[in-house]
Nanobody
Framework: QVQLVESGGGLVQPGGSLRLSCAAS????????MGWYRQAPGKQRESVAI???????NYGDSVKGRFTIYRDNAKNTVSLQMNSLKPEDTAVYYC???????WGQGTQVTVSS
């Protein structure tokens, strides 16, 4: 079955950086668009970044210029490099296979001094 396993979350100070990774299995990874989403307490889940099977990317307005999504089809991974982090980036971040019901378990990112 399809599994998406995130890693790389943690506590970071404002202005810092983190890199999240998602390892996919049980699917032909290169054929699917992949995305990172996040959900903060009391808020709806929102799209952060999406990368197509062709490598095209799309970012949420709040993270443009700070976050970068990239994929490695040889390793079946999709990663999110997050720079210049702000307290409002605090959320649980989820990996998702676009167009499917497959989600990772989530990884907590906390931006605080």
């Amino acid at each position: 079955q399809v599994q998406l396993v995130e890693s790389g979350g943690g506590l970071v100070q404002p202005g810092g950086s983190l890199r999240l990774s998602c390892a996919a299995s049980g699917m032909i990874f290169r054929l699917f668009a992949m995305g990172w989403y996040r959900q903060a307490p009391g808020k709806q889940r929102e799209s952060v970044a999406i990368i197509g099977s062709n490598g095209n990317t799309n970012y949420g307005d709040s993270v443009k210029g700070r976050f970068t999504i990239y994929r490695d089809n040889a390793k079946n991974t999709v990663s999110l490099q997050m720079n210049s982090l702000k307290p409002e980036d605090t959320a649980v971040y989820y990996c998702h296979t676009i167009g499917s019901n497959f989600w990772g378990q989530g990884t907590q990112v906390t931006v605080s001094s």
